[in-house]
């Protein structure tokens, strides 16, 4: 079955260090895969999305995630974390010729002064 | 602002009525996505349309339905509510017919309450 797997509902950092917020998908086939952010009473917005071409890919903010076909993971990272970087994060997956986005059950960060 | 509209944004409803949520896409999707958001389930897709036409159903409940209109607005109707439907809506939208690689853009939500 398709799934997307993300490892921590919290993650807690400081002010200035590493965001890394862990996503891993099930498929059989060549996956499209996004990362949205949730702010409080919002929507969800598109941060980034890998669909073909270079496997590191930028988004806003200073977020970038990582697509590993081996490893099936697209891990989201930010070198300096800022307190607006406080949010929900959820990954999410589509798959090629397929109409359902599959999301994560999100990752609540947390960013300490 | 993504450009998707839903209304209402609150609502207050008791247990067994039915409530109709309302949802207008991006100028130029033609896809529209509904998804439920609650403490407990996290975020569940429930039905997309593309264009009038389902074409993709999630974990919705046989008390839920939903349909959209030649003008592509799309609405969410829930009937004998229960409790447990307490949640936040979702409606979203995109360029095509299949997810694939399209940006889904999610409205501000309608959040509903059951008592």
């Known amino acids: 079955a398709q799934s997307v797997t993300q490892l921590g509902s919290h993650v807690s950092v400081s002010e200035g260090a590493l965001v890394l917020l862990r996503c891993n998908y099930s498929?059989?086939?060549?996956?499209?895969l996004f990362w949205y952010v949730q702010y409080p009473n919002q929507g969800l917005q598109l941060l980034l999305k890998?669909?073909?071409?270079?496997?590191l890919v930028k988004g806003i903010n200073g977020f970038e995630a990582e697509f590993k076909k081996s490893e099936t993971s697209f891990h989201l990272t930010k070198p300096s974390a800022h307190m607006s970087d406080a949010a929900e994060y959820f990954c999410a997956v589509t798959y090629t010729g397929g109409f359902k986005t599959i999301f994560g059950a999100g990752t609540r960060l947390f960013v300490k002064a | 602002d993504s450009g998707v509209t839903q209304t209402p944004k609150h609502l207050i409803t008791a247990t067994g009525q039915r409530v109709t949520l309302r949802c207008s896409p991006r100028s130029g999707d033609l896809s529209v996505y509904w998804y439920q958001q609650s403490l407990d389930q996290g975020l569940q897709f429930l039905i997309q349309?593309?264009?009038?036409?389902?074409?993709a159903k999630g974990n919705i409940l046989e008390r839920f339905s939903a349909q959209q209109f030649p003008d592509l607005h799309s609405e969410l109707n829930l009937s004998s509510l229960e409790l447990g439907d307490s949640a936040l809506y979702f409606c979203a939208s995109s360029v095509g017919q299949g997810a694939g690689g399209n940006t889904i853009y999610f409205g501000e939500g309608s959040w509903l309450t059951v008592v």
């Open positions: 349309y593309y264009n009038g036409e389902e074409r």
């Open positions: 890998y669909t073909t071409g270079a496997t």
């Open positions: 498929s059989s086939v060549p996956p499209y």
